[in-house]
C-alpha cells in the first residue's frame, strides 16, 4: 500500500548533499542501483508514530548524533506494520537515509516495534519474508542484512561513509528475525556478510 513521505525539493537537495558531503559522490543523483536490502525496527511501537519519524524532510533535532552528520531526515523504502500490512513510503530506486556508509544500494525495510513491548511479531516476518522475495526477483539483489551488521562492511567496495568517526550501534531486527528470513530466502544465494 502506497503512504509517500514528504519528497519535495528540499529533501530532494539534502538527499544529494548527503551523497557528497557523506560518502564523495560529485554530482549526485538520487536515484540508485539497488544491490542489498536492510532489515530494521523502528523502536516506535505505533504505525502513526513510526510514519511520523519518517515524514519530514528534515532530521528533528532530539536525533543529536545522526543530525550532526546531515539535516536530512532519515527514512526508509518500506514500513511493515504490527499486523504485517506493508507500507512504500518512497520509491525503492531513490536513495533513503536509513544505514550508515551504504544508503547509496540499500532498500530499507523498517518495522513497527521492536522494544521489549512491541516485539516483532510473525505477521512481520511473513511480510519480510514476501518483500524480500518480491524484491531480489525485481533487482540484482547481492546482500541481505539487519541494520546491526552494517559496520562489518566497512573497507569493502561498498562502503563509502568518509568520516571514521559517524557509527552508531544497531541491534535491530534481532539475530533470530534475520535467521528466520535468511532460512526463508535462501534460494537467492545471497553473498555472506563479511566478517
Not at 25 to 31: F, M, Q
Not at 46 to 65: C, H, K, Q, V, Y
Not at 159 to 174: F, H, I, M, N, S
Amino acid at each position: 500500500m502506497d503512504r509517500p513521505i514528504v519528497f519535495n525539493e528540499e529533501r530532494e537537495q539534502l538527499t544529494k548533499e548527503y551523497l557528497t558531503e557523506r560518502y564523495g559522490i560529485t554530482d549526485p543523483t538520487i536515484t540508485i542501483i539497488p544491490s542489498m536490502i536492510v532489515l530494521h525496527w523502528t523502536a516506535i511501537p505505533t504505525l502513526e508514530g513510526s510514519f511520523d519519524a519518517f515524514n519530514d524532510p528534515t532530521i528533528p533535532n532530539w536525533r543529536t548524533m545522526v543530525e550532526n552528520a546531515s539535516g536530512l531526515n532519515v527514512s526508509s523504502h518500506f514500513l511493515v506494520a504490527q499486523d504485517g500490512t506493508i507500507y512504500q513510503l518512497m520509491p525503492e530506486t531513490v536513495m533513503g537515509r536509513h544505514v550508515i556508509g551504504l544508503n547509496h544500494c540499500a532498500i530499507g525495510i523498517e518495522n513497527v516495534g521492536g522494544t521489549e513491548e512491541t516485539p516483532l511479531t510473525k505477521a512481520q516476518l511473513r511480510s519480510n519474508i514476501w518483500l524480500v522475495k518480491y524484491l531480489s526477483e525485481k533487482y540484482d539483489i547481492d546482500y541481505l542484512i539487519g541494520h546491526y551488521e552494517y559496520p562489518r562492511f566497512e573497507g569493502h567496495e561498498l562502503w563509502l561513509e568518509k568520516d571514521a568517526e559517524y557509527r552508531t550501534e544497531k541491534t535491530d531486527p534481532g539475530d533470530e528475525f534475520m535467521a528466520n528470513v535468511r532460512k526463508a530466502t535462501k534460494k537467492f544465494k545471497f553473498k555472506p556478510v563479511p566478517q
